[in-house]
């Protein structure tokens, strides 16, 4: 029953980690992203694209150890 | 210049008519995979109900219980099955077929597939009449103009930018896979409508095909010496030992990347939104189902409609993304320039 309950402590607390790490990645990305639109209004687009593929693969490595703490929980 | 830009579009249209066949019958021979995992799946939640069941009654009381009410709707939710169920009016025991130890039964997500896969045929073969019968000067009106505007959005935005000259052999698989994702997605927040890109297997098989799509693209831009060569990331022979391994299993990474981003943003949304319907239930009050539980299942909700739209974006876009990376020519930003030349 402990390791039991254990697991399940472990589970959320992976999750809350991958929530943490992706949003410090997909914050500075969208920081910066701001930034260079501020800067240069004109490469709006290519910066959008750029961001978008840069936060799809952040949250892509989040969305793993996501996945692991649900097997945990689920198991 | 409208005219050639009207053949253009029609000539696709044709060509996403003749591939959405394909992929339905891809998608059929996908069940194998799909139901033994299903079948484990029931498997696997009887016995944690079991499990669950006999925990509360050793502890206290109603609140686990209703938590095991809700893990069980929630997972009924997210699971593919053999029975369509209409809640009210009754339910569809869908037939089971077993072939050779392989588990191809109809299953919820099957019919999906099949719906979302008649309903972009039935769709586009209209809109392909449409072009036909219009002539160069008028523009279009309505719904086709709606398609025209995403069909050009993939075409300009997303192939062309990302896959650059030679990009209009892969627009007709790009322009399918984003329809077909989309419609998958968006089917799942309809009432009765079930998420079929939430079954892993699904997604898997969508991105199996970008995986030979990538390839194929690759072999035809470098021919085989040159797709080898790629695989020693052009450095020294002596670091080849390091250098291929791990070259080898970025190959894998990419589509399994894909299967996985998509699976677990259509499969989270729909547990986010049943579990803040479900908390109200859990606390048995009403002011929480008025103050929380049906404001924010609400936005999520409308969450979940931009995330569909975004999420089949993202798939054709990194689809296009790793065709186009796979079939360059000359600038390898990425890399060293030992690599350039190959």
Not at chain 2, 66 to 89: T, W
Not at chain 2, 259 to 279: D, E, K, Q, Y
Not at chain 2, 316 to 336: V, Y
Request: aromatic share 10%.
């Amino acid at each position: 029953m402990e390791g039991l309950g254990l697991g399940f402590l472990g589970a959320g607390i992976g999750a809350g980690l991958a929530v943490i790490g992706a949003g410090l990645g997909i914050g500075n990305v969208a920081a910066s992203a701001a930034e260079g639109v501020a800067r240069q209004p004109e490469a709006t687009a290519d910066i959008r694209t750029t961001m978008i593929i840069a936060a799809a693969l952040i949250e892509g490595v989040a969305l793993f150890g996501e996945v692991i703490c649900v097997l945990l929980a689920l198991k | 210049m409208k005219q050639e830009r009207t053949s253009k579009v029609k000539g696709l249209l044709k060509v996403l008519a003749l591939v959405v066949p394909f992929l339905l019958n891809v998608n059929a021979f996908a069940s194998p995979a799909e139901t033994p995992g299903a079948g484990h799946d029931s498997v696997a939640a009887v016995s944690g109900n079991a499990e669950v069941a006999a925990a509360p009654e050793a502890h206290a009381a109603e609140a686990a219980h209703g938590e095991e009410k809700a893990g069980d709707v929630i997972m009924h939710h997210i699971l593919d099955s053999n029975v369509y169920s209409f809640e009210p009016f009754g339910e569809i025991v869908l037939p089971k077929i077993v072939i050779g130890g392989f588990d191809i039964s109809i299953t919820k997500h099957v019919v999906t597939l099949w719906v979302v896969s008649a309903i972009v045929l039935i769709v586009f073969t209209i809109i392909g009449g449409k072009y036909k019968k219009m002539s160069p000067k008028t523009a279009p009106k309505g719904f086709v103009n709606a398609m025209e505007t995403l069909v050009e959005f993939i075409r300009l935005d997303v192939a062309k930018a990302n896959i650059g000259p030679g990009y209009e052999k892969y627009l007709p698989y790009l322009l399918t896979v984003f329809m077909f994702v989309l419609l998958c997605n968006v089917l799942g927040l309809v009432p009765y409508g079930a998420t079929a890109t939430g079954n892993i297997n699904v997604t898997l098989t969508l991105a199996t095909f970008t995986f030979f799509i990538t390839q194929v693209a690759a072999l035809k831009a470098h021919g085989i010496k040159g797709y080898l060569a790629h695989l020693t990331g052009g450095t020294h022979p002596a670091l080849w030992i390091i250098m291929i391994p791990i070259e080898f299993i970025g190959l894998f990474t990419k589509p399994v990347a894909l299967t996985i981003r998509l699976f677990a943003n259509m499969t989270a949304g729909h547990i986010v939104i049943l579990s803040l319907i479900f908390i109200s239930f859990i606390l048995n009050s009403y002011i929480v189902a008025v103050a929380m539980s049906v404001p924010f299942s609400i936005f999520i909700y409308l969450l979940e409609i931009f995330v569909a739209f975004l999420q089949a974006y993202i798939f054709t876009m990194l689809s296009a993304l790793f065709i186009g990376l796979a079939s360059a020519h000359e600038e390898h930003g990425d890399h060293e320039p030992g690599a350039a030349h190959h």
